[in-house]
């Protein structure tokens, strides 16, 4: 009996509803949809039965294990861990079924590691490994004629260069991979990363005219996806970009949308980063006593979630807000 394993102790699971063992083809699909409607424990369960399975092929496993290592990623950015070091491992194990000569497959890999890079080395704002490993990848999808590949590693690389700020090179690239995405089929949750990180480029240039429809496009696709777990995000965003528009009462239903799925996920780095938003929502209404409410849970939970970016700026709030008592 043959087991492939992917650097972690396995445990079978039984009297599951899933029959990974016979429905191993399916199996990868299956974790992925788990995974973006936000059931990220069901998912990693889903993934670890079927990777226990003796039938398991190379490829079918390789796909497993990349689907495992984002869900484990996903479920550390709600607990606000970039690092997520449990998702690297199974990565880095799963470089063991990928052949020589599978060029496809260590290309599909080596996307996979740039994306927990990217995430892993956030705080420089540097990149080496996130962007070296996408490169390789984006040539290798380019010479294999892979429209999907390389339609994501392009996008890859456009958010490299927006986190470091390289927004022209960041626009040149995303709007690139919109392009490529053209030559395969029409995937909704490409198009919603598509609009919300081209609405991120142009929202950094205080474009806010032209960023808020990409924001609102986002969304959209997320709900067509049925992605409730992205849809948070794009909800929070749209309520963000609204309030610096100007525009407060257009951003609380997009805001208590937010707020209700973090809680429904659970997830308390969503919930922070609503309540934060939802501060600024009341502050610009001028409801000072419910932007105080917030800005103080906001603090709180980010003293929780161990995130001094966000204390801080709820901190700062707070005390812009209780300046003229203490004069």
């Known amino acids: ?90 990565l880095e194990a799963a470089a063991s079924l990928v052949a020589e000569d599978d060029r496809r497959g260590r290309a599909t890999l080596d996307l996979a590691l740039s994306d927990y890079h990217s995430g892993a080395e956030l705080a420089q704002r540097e990149f080496p490994q996130a962007s070296r490993l996408a490169e390789r990848a984006r040539t290798a999808f380019a010479e294999l004629g892979d429209a999907v590949g390389l339609t994501d590693a392009t996008h890859r690389l456009g958010m490299i260069a927006f986190q470091r700020r390289e927004l022209d090179k960041a626009r040149t690239l995303i709007e690139e991979s919109l392009t490529v995405s053209k ?50 995000f794009a909800y929070n965003m749209l309520g963000r970009a609204l309030i610096a528009a100007d525009r407060p009462a257009e951003a609380r239903e997009p805001l208590e949308q937010a707020l209700e799925i973090a809680r429904q996920l659970p997830s308390p780095a969503g919930e922070l980063r609503v309540t934060l938003n939802l501060g600024r929502l009341h502050e610009a209404l001028q409801d000072r006593s419910s932007a105080l409410a917030a800005f103080t849970k906001a603090r709180d939970l980010a003293q929780r979630l161990e995130s001094e970016s966000y204390a801080k700026t709820a901190t700062e709030a707070i005390d812009r807000l209780t300046a003229e008592d203490r004069d």
């Open 183 to 232: 030559r395969g089929p029409e995937r909704p949750l490409f198009l919603g990363d598509y609009h919300r990180h081209l609405g991120f480029v142009l929202y950094v240039s205080e474009d806010l005219e032209g960023a808020l429809p990409h924001f609102q496009k986002s969304l959209e696709y997320r709900l067509k996806a049925n992605s409730r777990d992205a849809s948070m």
């Open 1 to 90: 009996m043959r087991t492939i394993l992917f650097g972690i102790a396995l445990s079978v699971a039984t009297g599951s509803a899933f029959a990974a063992c016979d429905e191993l083809q399916q199996a990868p699909e299956r974790v992925r949809q788990e995974r973006i409607t936000g059931s990220l424990a069901k998912a990693e369960a889903m993934a670890r039965e079927a990777l226990a399975c003796s039938e398991v092929s190379p490829g079918v496993a390789l796909e497993l294990n990349i689907e495992l290592a984002r869900t484990l990623r996903r479920a550390a950015l709600h607990r606000n861990d970039r690092s997520a070091k449990d998702a690297l491992a199974v």
